[in-house]
């Protein structure tokens, strides 16, 4: 059994590279995850890493769990986005406090969902008659929970706050009671198998639901120090994802550019100027951008052992290292992909493939351009326009 330490994570991710390689390019070829691939990572225990102990997981700490994905996704960037996000889910258990033993009662311990759009839930005996479709639901073909959100209807209208917000719950549901829609047909990130999922009147219980709403304190068996960053190494976790890609596509650049000569020029490739600028532009890039987001993990877990929950100071500072992470991930493969020169684009060589995922992960709500104004206006005192930035 994976221990969950880094060593031992890195090093069942390195007995699954294997089987990563062999079958990476069928997941991309069919838009979503080879089975293989899936199997492979829950015989390491991967999907645990977040998982509470007191439910069978690892329950690493944050940082482990993120280099962890970086290291699956330095091999094949769908495995790594899916294992991430589902992962991830683990950290979400909080928002079923009466239905968090069976959130972790499944075998393979691997979710998925999103949290946009919400659908309608009507309520009915014992819970609600839900209809909605979820787009991107990252590996909802080999999910065994799914999670999203939906608003409650009372009648002609939503239930509302005093202040006249609709009232919105979380909730998770089997993927046998869902529709998946197949038609993930993207740029990049192509294995992720991120279809739509849609609900239509589907009767969910109201022990699978929760309010859609930040927690105080997390439930019984997750009170460990992962917990208190609540679900901030979820979002956060994005980033590592691209770092991998962009690592992949560095460590490419490296191998090839001492054999290709680029058309026109009497030397290797290695040996221009610009390239040498670029490749070391690049890898400065991705080294100060893990830098970044580790460190933002890694100054609260001393108060996180004590019990602590994350402030919204050190939110708004993980949000932002995830945030440029990403960004700074893709302007590494942009230099590579441009001292690549015409190699950027064939196929036989993995970095134009590193240039599509990595611009997809950009495109992320989570931790999008946009999402530079939310930590900006945060900073100035300003309520954040992102809606998740108390959780």
């Keep these: 059994m994976t221990e969950g330490t880094l060593e031992s994570l890195l090093g069942a991710v390195e007995q699954i590279a294997p089987i990563l390689r062999e079958h990476g390019a069928r997941s991309e070829k069919q838009c979503r995850l080879a089975q293989e691939i899936v199997e492979a990572m829950v015989g390491g225990g991967l999907y645990r890493v977040w998982t509470p102990k007191a439910y069978g997981g690892l329950e690493a700490d944050p940082v482990t769990g993120l280099k962890m994905f970086e290291a699956v996704a330095k091999v094949d960037s769908a495995a790594g986005w899916n294992l991430m996000l589902s992962a991830g889910g683990a950290t979400f258990g909080p928002l079923f406090p009466n239905g968090v033993d069976e959130w972790f009662d499944k075998p393979k311990g691997i979710f998925g969902g999103a949290l946009n759009p919400p ?3 009507i309520p009915v005996d014992g819970g609600y008659r839900v ?3 979820t787009p991107f639901v990252s590996g909802c073909h080999d999910a065994e929970w799914i999670a ?3 608003l409650i209807v009372d009648g002609d209208d939503f239930r509302r706050t005093e202040s006249g917000m609709p009232v919105q719950i979380a909730l998770f549901y089997p993927p046998q009671d869902a529709e998946i829609i197949d038609h993930w047909d993207t740029l990049g990130m ?3 198998g991120s279809h739509d999922v849609a609900l239509n009147d589907v009767f969910v219980p109201e022990h699978r639901t929760g309010p859609l709403a930040p927690w105080k304190t997390p439930p ?6 992962l917990y208190r960053y609540t679900i901030w190494p979820a979002v956060a976790a994005l980033a590592p994802v691209a770092f991998g890609v ?12 001492v054999n290709k000569t680029p058309a026109y020029t009497p030397s290797p490739l290695r040996e221009r100027p610009v390239a040498q600028s670029q490749i070391a532009e690049a890898e400065a890039k991705l080294g100060s951008a893990r830098a970044y987001l580790y460190q933002a993990f890694d100054e609260f877990w001393d108060e996180a052992k004590q019990g602590q929950m994350l402030p919204q100071k050190q939110k708004t500072k993980v949000h932002l290292a995830a945030t440029h992470g990403i960004q700074a991930a893709a302007e590494a493969v942009d230099l590579v992909h441009k001292a690549a020169g015409t190699s950027g684009i064939r196929r036989e060589k993995s970095i134009e493939r590193h240039f599509r995922d990595v611009h997809v992960i950009t495109q992320h709500a989570f931790t999008s351009a946009s999402r530079y104004q939310s930590v900006g206006r945060s900073m100035f005192g300003l ?3 992102w809606p998740f930035a108390p959780f």
């Design 383 to 385: 309520p954040s326009d």
């Design 220 to 225: 019984k068996g997750m009170e460990g120090p």
């Design 119 to 121: 659908g309608k839930a």
């Design 190 to 192: 192509r294995g992720t």
């Design 148 to 150: 999203g959100p939906a």
């Design 246 to 257: 962009a690592a992949a596509a560095i460590d490419e650049l490296v191998e090839f550019a």
């Design 131 to 133: 209809t909605s479709r």
